[in-house]
T-cell receptor
Framework: NAGVTQTPKFQVLKTGQSMTLQCAQDMNHNSMYWYRQDPGMGLRLIYYSASEGTTDKGEVPNGYNVSRLNKREFSLRLESAAPSQTSVYFC???????????FGQGTRLTVV | QQQVKQSPQSLIVQKGGISIINCAYENTAFDYFPWYQQFPGKGPALLIAIRPDVSEKKEGRFTISFNKSAKQFSLHIMDSQPGDSATYFC????????????FGAGTRLTVKP
């Protein structure tokens, strides 16, 4: 039982390159989230998906797109990476009967 | 606009001491206030949470105190141990939507042996 799995764990991109961060969960949760974590800023919500087929913007969505491929998978895409997107990205899930969020181990992204 | 303000940014406590981290929120619609603990290289994990209908919740050495009128809540770690050294985040959300959980900036706690 892996919980929430994120890939890759580390990535270095050049400015302007694109990439997709993958997240998969085996907890049968409806809700999935993407956060970014920056020093002194806490965790900020980028996008969330309340259920398969729906996505909504969070606090800091600019420069990102998401896809809720199915109930298990929620991907985050950077179309044209910028240095300001250097951060640690966390995927999280939450079930219908509990407000607790379960987090993956994170992806450390550096844009040079 | 930061909806959840957390202090201090960092905290150093001697082993056996009490660690206290404070948070304040603005949105009175929030009704779920969790604390998450994060170790280096790991994702945050739920430590303890409280609803606004109670003023205190205790789980082992960890206690949340909640002041609804002041819109403040705090985490107290009694008998702090070196293994408690981690970053702690407070958060607030509307419990059954949970689509907009707002986090504080985090407190890096170091417990010295």
């Amino acid at each position: 039982n892996a919980g929430v799995t994120q890939t890759p764990k580390f990535q270095v991109l050049k400015t302007g390159q694109s990439m997709t961060l993958q997240c998969a969960q085996d907890m049968n949760h409806n809700s999935m989230y993407w956060y970014r974590q920056d020093p002194g800023m806490g965790l900020r919500l980028i996008y969330y998906s309340a259920s398969e087929g729906t996505t909504d913007k969070g606090e800091v969505p600019n420069g990102y797109n998401v896809s809720r491929l199915n109930k298990r998978e929620f991907s985050l895409r950077l179309e044209s990476a910028a240095p300001s997107q250097t951060s640690v990205y966390f995927c999280a899930t939450a079930g219908p009967q509990t407000p607790e969020a379960f987090f993956g181990q994170g992806t450390r992204l550096t844009v040079v | 606009q930061q909806q959840v303000k957390q202090s201090p940014q960092s905290l150093i406590v001697q082993k056996g001491g009490i660690s206290i981290i404070n948070c304040a929120y603005e949105n009175t619609a929030f009704d779920y206030f969790p604390w998450y603990q994060q170790f280096p290289g790991k994702g945050p994990a739920l430590l303890i949470a409280i609803r606004p209908d109670v003023s205190e919740k205790k789980e082992g050495r960890f206690t949340i105190s909640f002041n609804k009128s002041a819109k403040q809540f705090s985490l107290h770690i009694m008998d702090s141990q070196p293994g408690d050294s981690a970053t702690y985040f407070c958060a607030a959300s509307m419990r059954w939507t949970n689509n907009d959980m707002r986090f504080g900036a985090g407190t890096r706690l170091t417990v010295k042996p």
